[in-house]
């Protein structure tokens, strides 16, 4: 590495060098990094992600598009998601809430289906079709997990919170394990109704998630 920098040096002091042989050399030595791209991620969930009563603003999408430029990203955090909707349901609308030219979507849904007391056998199978729709379509997945309410009874909990680990090592996409992590059971952090995020939950949820969804744009951002 130190005779292969002194042979950048010996180009710098040469009058005669080239520009694209300069630039050649510090990128084999990866002095220059390669060229970032705009990257585009869709955020595919329900009330949660949507950003139920709030102003569009404080929505999740919003907000992790901010944090995300405030790391020195060029990406666009689009909002896709539906209040009410179920894992079934994004199903249905997967073709059209997520465009081709994405780069990245974050699936946050089944909340509503635990809400509902819907089979579990049927979550996991509409979430498994649309992470196996995505991949297909050459399009990065992270699941964000979701977890039952406790008095669902032992027997729906357990069938429930086990979707998401086995949808992700199956897929092999990263898993990142509870969308709510921090937020749920926090009166300060919630609407009035004690389920959805205030402004201050949802930046919360970001503060949280954002280390993942960082390390995953990058990589697409230089792909």
Request: charged fraction near 25%; avoid cysteine; charge should be negative.
């Amino acid at each position: 590495m130190i005779m292969a920098f002194r042979f950048v040096l010996r180009l710098l002091r040469t009058r005669a060098v080239r520009v694209p042989a300069l630039a050649g050399a510090l990128l084999g030595l990866g002095i220059l990094a390669a060229e970032a791209r705009q990257v585009k991620v869709v955020a595919l969930g329900d009330s949660l992600s949507a950003g139920y009563q709030l102003g569009p603003s404080d929505a999740f999408p919003v907000v992790l598009e901010a944090a995300l430029k405030a790391k020195g990203l060029d990406v666009v955090v689009e909002n896709a998601g539906v209040s009410g909707d179920t894992a079934s349901g994004g199903r249905e609308r997967l073709d059209w809430s997520v465009p081709d030219d994405t780069d990245l979507v974050i699936v946050e849904l089944g909340a509503n289906d635990a809400l509902r007391g819907i089979e579990p056998a049927l979550t996991e199978q509409a979430l498994d079709e649309i992470i196996a729709r995505l991949k297909e379509r050459k399009i990065g997945v992270l699941l964000a997990g979701m977890l039952a309410p406790r008095n669902n009874g032992p027997e729906f909990v357990a069938a429930f919170d086990a979707i998401y680990p086995r949808l992700a090592e199956k897929h092999g996409v990263p898993l990142y394990p509870f969308f709510l992590d921090g937020v749920q059971g926090r009166p300060d952090l919630n609407l009035e109704d004690g389920m959805h995020p205030n402004p201050k939950g949802v930046r919360a949820i970001v503060a949280r998630i954002l280390p993942t969804v960082e390390k995953l744009v990058r990589e697409k951002a230089t792909d």
